[in-house]
């Protein structure tokens, strides 16, 4: 059997954090890492504050009640082209998705990712 050798590496969503410099969750908080389809078809998932979004086609997070929530968008991590944006939802959704395509066509091809984070009442 041939030796494997493993490197570790960063990933999308530590790189996420890393560009807009915060905490992927609170202190003893949990979190979720889900897919655009699953937002898009099954809304907020019950029991986190914190959703990490990744392999969204299209802007699944246009789908949910923007009011309350904030996003950190990114796309290209880690590379010259990187794009970031960051606010509440509200503002930002319109921007992300213009965003979004524009790069996508610009590039040829997208990978991007967000973290929501439900405002704490």
Known sequence: MPKIEVIPGVTAIQALCAAHAIPLNEIGEPFLVTTGRRLREGGWPLGVET??????????????????????????????????????????????AAARAEARARHGWIMDSYILKRALT
Not at 68 to 95: F, V
């Open 51 to 96: 959703v990490v979004v990744m392999l969204d086609g299209g802007t699944a997070f246009q789908a949910l009640d923007a009011k309350g929530i904030h996003i950190w968008w990114g796309a290209y991590l880690g590379m010259p082209n990187e794009i970031t944006l960051s606010g509440p939802l509200t503002e930002l959704s319109a921007k992300i």
